[in-house]
DNA sequence: CTGTTAGCGCATTCAG
DNA sequence: CTGAATGCGCTAACAG
């Protein structure tokens, strides 16, 4: 293991010049001389050198490195919002370091201490709630943070993403415009996530004489959703509709559903939250509501290094989620 | 924003001890008076002190991180399997930076010059084809890293994995011994992945005389799935299985075959590969093949992790996949 | 356009 | 058990 790797005195001495502008070269400074930076390029190549990136990150305090904690990954649509963290960052030069809370602010605190003592810039962090000994690391050490998957105009904290108490909302009225008036709402574990909860209280903002509204709690997976099916039918068969605060639990619902001998959308109406890739490929295609995952992704990571780079603001910004209607909603007459 | 993050010489005056104390302290060593050594950590903990992860490294030549390329993060396999490092890594201290390839050998060779200018000390990559480019990179600065998802005995860079070929071959044969005989077997890009590959030419390893076997490639996602099992029974109704190599096939699959008007497992029976979360709460519940995604992770980040610590070499270790029965394959009479 | 010089913050000899 | 001194590899003024 002859960890010999060229060093930038190397590269100097190799091509006789000195370190100074061999540092230009590689920082792409553009007051050097096509030739010498040629030359400085080719030495590179033959002596295979890359800057040493702990010596850069001590010279300059830049790590070039932004975190994101995130409570879990193996739900599609934080995949597909950390791709797009990860592509945007990539793009600019930039590193994602990853962490997984398990939806647990005590492994949180831990990870973004970890972290930090890594170099990480800045945080990415997901929902509103965290312990507020989060707070106080970031804020003594000026690293700036933002929140995602929540938007909230009234936040301290920069907060970019789509307000989920407004998105179930509409997610009900839409129901009710179909003519639904008894809906099974199942939804993750409350107490985890905030979105969940600002989901929960939005369906119940859309409440009114004449509509029953019952919140079925399982796990967040494909079982959950089915498990919570069967427990709604147990409970009363005259939901019309089931409204899932995830496709993953809708498509829980389908099958439950199909196993219960319920007919979809005939017998019993389902809509999603999420638009996972899948969901329009399921029979029946989902009625869901589109969560820019991805557009969130890219906007975070560039507001971060703009930030980190220019100094511009974190600007809170609303993205807006949509429904999709597809065929898993019939209009009741 | 004042960067005013307490530095060791900060520590050292605040407790009048020189700075190579409190390092000691920081980093552990015995050989330090228990009293001096409480004295340090509360003044750390006062000054908010964490050691500035640059200058270790540089002083080091230790990152303590770990570059993970993958070709996506999507499929939930991954997902799984990316989990499981961080978690392994974490608990130990040391950090994931991940990068994500989209299958382009390019891509990946660009993130691994950039994850070796961050500072990542090895590498986890995914599949045995690689640029050339990349070994060169890695070998000439002694960087150690791991082939994972396959097995290969022979392979002169070490792997971490499931047999894909065997496994494939293990299937079919399961299938034949269920009494099928013409079986549609769906897969993903088989140019984008040489796991892929390897499980066509297992199947294939296992034919017959009086065994057809016909080959579908599409998209790895749930559409794909469906596509390709119409497109399998525009070309034959007499296929009583369709073999996919993901469960995310499979699970298209099944839709498709419901559109058809077939019912699984009666008309057609179905067999995934991966066995995700959810391929158990399908209806009806998927025969697959158990991949232990988060062993291999979790075994992964421990050998490295080993090797970078005690110089440990890698050990090439095949994990096995195992079938599982379940209710989406019948027996033939 | 290029060279010189001084740190960046810490780990690590070597003394004591 | 503790302190003083050196250097890790690079960037950023400042000269020239």
Chains 1, 2 share one sequence.
Not at 22 to 41: E, F, H, W
Not at 226 to 233: E, G, T, Y
Not at 306 to 328: C, F, H, N, V, Y
């Amino acid at each position: 293991m002859t960890r010999k790797v060229g060093r930038i005195r190397d590269v100097a001495s190799e091509t006789g010049l000195s370190i100074a502008t061999i540092s230009r070269v590689m920082n792409g400074a553009k007051n050097v001389n096509p030739d010498t930076r040629k030359r400085v390029l080719d030495a590179c190549k033959k002596l295979d050198y890359l800057p040493n990136p702990a010596a850069r990150a001590l010279s300059t305090s830049k790590s070039k490195t932004i975190a994101a904690i995130i409570p879990t990954i193996e739900h599609s649509v934080f995949a597909k919002y950390v791709a797009a963290i990860e592509n945007t960052l990539a793009e600019n030069g930039y590193s994602l370091v990853l962490a997984i809370s398990k939806s647990d602010l005590e492994v949180e605190l831990t990870a973004a201490r970890k972290l930090l003592g890594m170099g990480a810039e800045a945080f990415i962090l997901s929902g509103a709630t965290h312990s507020s000994d989060l707070f106080d690391l970031f804020d003594r050490r000026g690293v700036p943070y933002v929140f995602t998957s929540v938007w909230d105009k009234d936040s301290t904290v920069p907060t970019i993403g789509y307000d989920n108490r407004s998105l179930a909302k509409q997610a009900v009225d839409y129901l009710k415009t179909k003519g639904h008036r008894s809906i099974a709402v199942l939804h993750g574990p409350a107490q985890e996530s905030d979105r969940t909860l600002a989901r929960i209280e939005g369906a119940k903002a859309s409440g009114e004489d004449g509509l029953r509204l019952d919140f079925y709690e399982t796990t967040l997976d494909v079982a959950g959703g089915k498990a919570a099916i069967h427990q709604a039918l147990a409970i009363s068969e005259d939901y019309t509709a089931a409204l899932c605060f995830s496709d993953v639990l809708a498509l829980g619902a389908l099958f439950g559903l199909g196993e219960a001998g319920k007919s979809i959308p005939d017998d019993v109406s389902v809509m999603g939250f999420d638009n996972l890739d899948w969901s329009e490929a399921v029979v029946p295609p989902l009625t869901t509501i589109n969560l820019p995952a991805r557009q969130m992704g890219s906007t975070v990571a560039s507001q971060l290094m703009d930030l980190l780079e220019t100094g511009a603001p974190l600007m809170p910004t609303e993205l807006t989620g949509k429904i999709l209607e597809r065929q898993s909603v019939v209009t009741l007459k």
